[in-house]
């Protein structure tokens, strides 16, 4: 019988294999939607009043390319998502964003304005350049550049400093502060004033060249008067930030407090909500709490007094600062009033910031660091509060607020905060249905933000493209320009110096060259000459073991002929002493070799197994074994490197057996790699037993064959590059054990 607790449980699984299904077959769909499907884009490229374009360049993603036809019509594969680039030389590049599979239709206009700006004088174009400034960077550059190079024999310093003035102004709104430094600089040379040199100190700030920045504010030394006074506000405010930025936490307080004083001597009330806002986060992060809420409340107070935009974003600011210090409470009404004063704003003067284009370089550089809160964002932050302190409802219910508004603002990124938030609280409150639904959102919306923020960096990128280049063609302009002035004659001096010293620097390379190869050349002989000795102890080495071989084994020999004397069989004894002339006349013969053909080496065994099996008939009969496919062979082997092995096995492991043993001998190829494989096998005594019936003689002097053999092929190894390996186990025969070597040559 069912109880209401296994009723909740049985319920519980029902509701978590239904989800990991449910997951399962959106990761399919998500890997399916991963690799869109390619469509056939079909267009037509016209111009303004309907006249098709042939032969205009269509360009997708990933090499994909097309041309128009002779009535302006292209087709090219493409996948939602993808950049389409339309460029000709007679019409400014369109950049398209496919969104759905329907044919296009482009129609381009020549670009007037900037076609026609090499033919305008310095004014009209630095007039138009100040037009464009915040509109369109190209054009703005192309109207500079025109400036500059239209007639540039009439131009004279001040007015090219004002043109390179604007050109870093330019570089600096569009997020270049590299290329706003080289600007300002080329600026303050050609005609110094205080604002380019400070312009050029805030660009030097900006691109992080804090200390340069540092130094070059501290070289703006303000004469003592209310203009002044401005000047010393704007140098104290960017010393102060810098040290802020290299954590000079006690000097950035000091500056910001001095330059405080100059804001309040000249009522600005901008810099003083400003400077009080950047003063508080320093003391908040110093761990001053109470000193930095002093800060921000100020901050707040003078943000009123300047405009709704400033006092929402103080608020946001000083909202953060309540929440870094968990005062959540006070994060949440300051948020809500923010929520109130965004409601009753003008969106789009808002997001404008209400700043008119001004050349002065305090509001180029608020441009380009602004970040304006939206009334999405503080809802999210708002329930991201209510979540700190565990109120559930209250944050899902503001969470939801945030998803809605910012789906209705498509403002991706709060909705994806919104819709992860939610899908973990109704998750933590069993509500499984909402968690799946907002975590399909939260998926499907940060796949869309990627593709967002993918297109963003192209354009930037593209943008950065474009600035870069202008600058090449400014750079390419200045070059120009120095090569028609007087320049040229300290050019050619510098010209004829830098030969003389090229020259002396040829001849010290030349002689260290000489140098270099002289002991590269002494190295050389003497690792050749260490190579060659080392070489030669080998063969010495080698030499001396076969030396040592010999005589150990004509010595064995010997008394193999010397027991068959002592038994009277001269008959036998001849016989085996023509068989050992035969075999010493081939081992004396091999002996000053490394390496002989296999088949000598194995008649040279075969013969000696011979002569050993005379003596021994009745201790063993034996095989030898040869793979046909060595025969004809021209494999080398080292002469005599197996007849130590066959000897042992015959003197050590078979001699001392009561019954009649056996010796195999098998010569095959190697089965993993190239080569010979020889396996020697008995079933003698075995090694152990052996060891234990040697005699105290035996034991004394030892077994030097084996030793021999394998010195023999550590030097072989080392000297021609060879793998040789021995290995010598136990045959674990019946009935006595037996003694298995396989070398691989």
Not at 152 to 172: F, I, V
Not at 371 to 377: E, K
Not at 679 to 691: F, L, W
Request: aromatic residues 8%.
């Amino acid at each position: 019988m069912f109880t209401s607790r296994m009723k909740q449980l049985l319920i519980f699984i029902v509701l978590c294999i239904g989800t990991g299904h449910l997951t399962v077959a959106q990761d399919a769909r998500r890997q399916q939607e991963a690799a869109p499907a390619l469509v056939a884009l079909k267009g037509r490229v016209l111009t303004e009043d309907g006249k098709p374009l042939s032969g205009v360049n269509i360009q997708g993603m990933n090499g994909r390319y097309a041309t128009t036809d002779n009535r302006g019509y292209f087709n090219i594969p493409a996948a939602m998502g993808d950049e389409i680039i339309i460029r000709r030389s007679d019409f400014e590049t369109v950049y398209y964003r496919v969104r759905s599979n329907d044919d296009l239709e482009i129609r381009v206009t020549e670009d007037k304005a900037t076609a026609s700006a090499q033919k305008l004088s310095y004014n009209v174009a630095m007039d138009s350049a100040k037009i464009y400034m915040r509109k369109d960077a190209k054009k703005t550059a192309d109207f500079l550049i025109a400036a500059l190079s239209n007639d540039p024999k009439k131009l004279n310093a001040s007015q090219q400093a004002a043109a390179y003035e604007m050109l870093g102004d330019l570089y600096l709104f569009n997020k270049q502060a590299d290329l706003a430094v080289t600007n300002y600089t080329q600026a303050t040379t050609l005609n110094y004033t205080k604002l380019r040199k400070r312009k050029l100190a805030d660009a030097l700030r900006v691109n992080g060249n804090h200390q340069e920045a540092i130094t070059a504010y501290l070289n703006l030394k303000p004469k003592k008067n209310s203009k002044a006074q401005a000047e010393s506000l704007a140098i104290l405010t960017g010393i102060a930030d810098s040290y802020n930025a290299t954590n000079q936490t006690s000097k950035a307080i000091e500056t910001y407090d001095l330059a405080l004083k100059d804001a309040r001597a000249l009522n600005k009330t901008t810099d003083l909500t400003t400077i009080n806002t950047k003063l508080a986060q320093l003391l908040n992060n110093s761990g001053r709490v109470n000193e930095a809420q002093g800060y921000f409340n100020r901050a707040i107070a003078e943000s009123k007094r300047e405009g709704p935009v400033s006092n929402v974003i103080t608020q946001s600011q000083t909202a953060d600062f309540y929440n870094s210090n968990a005062q959540y409470d006070k994060e949440i009404a300051l948020r809500s009033s923010n929520i109130s004063i965004l409601n009753n704003m003008d969106k789009k003067k808002f997001a404008s910031n209400q700043v008119t284009v001004s050349e002065d370089a305090e509001v180029v550089m608020k441009l380009v660091e602004s970040a304006a809160p939206s009334i999405q964002r503080e809802q999210l932050k708002i329930a991201e509060a209510y979540k700190a302190q565990n109120k559930t409802s209250e944050a899902i219910a503001f969470f939801e607020k945030s998803f809605n508004e910012a789906s209705a603002n498509a403002d991706l990124t709060t909705k994806k905060d919104a819709a992860r938030n939610l899908t973990a609280l109704y998750r933590q409150t069993g509500n499984a249905a909402k968690a799946l639904v907002f975590n399909d959102i939260y998926i499907a919306t940060t796949d869309a933000l990627y593709l967002e923020k993918e297109n963003e960096l192209e354009a930037s990128a593209r943008r950065a493209k474009e600035l870069a280049s202008n600058q090449t063609r400014i750079l390419t302009l200045e070059k120009d320009r120095e090569l028609t002035t007087n320049k040229i004659a300290l050019i050619n001096t510098e010209n004829e110096l830098t030969a003389q010293t090229n020259k002396r620097q040829r001849w010290i390379i030349y002689s260290l060259a000489v140098l270099a190869a002289t002991l590269l050349l002494l190295a050389y002989f003497m690792y050749r000459n260490n190579k060659q000795q080392k070489i030669n102890n080998h063969l010495l080495a080698l030499k001396s073991l076969r030396s040592q071989m010999n005589p150990h084994f004509i010595f064995n020999a010997l008394n193999s002929v010397n027991s068959y004397i002592a038994l009277n069989d001269e008959r036998a004894a001849n016989k085996y002493l023509t068989d050992f002339s035969k075999l010493m006349r081939s081992v004396l013969e091999n002996s000053e070799l490394d390496f002989i053909p296999l088949h000598k080496e194995i008649d040279l065994l075969s013969l000696y197994i011979k002569l050993e099996h005379e003596r021994f008939k009745d201790k063993f009969d034996y095989t030898v074994t040869i793979d046909p496919a060595l025969e004809n062979s021209n494999y080398e082997v080292p002469p005599m490197l197996l007849q130590p092995i066959i000897e042992n096995a015959v003197w050590h492991g078979l001699r001392y057996k009561e019954e009649k043993g056996f010796l195999s001998i098998a010569f095959a190829k190697a089965e993993t790699a190239t080569g010979i494989q020889v396996t020697i096998t008995d079933n003698g005594i075995g090694r152990s037993r052996s060891k234990a019936i040697k005699t105290d003689h035996q034991k004394k002097h030892g077994s030097k064959g084996l030793g021999n053999i394998k010195n023999r092929i550590s030097l072989l190894n080392e000297l021609h590059n060879h793998k040789i390996i021995i290995d010598v186990r136990d045959a674990n025969l019946l009935p006595d054990v037996g003694t298995a070597v396989v070398v691989r040559l």
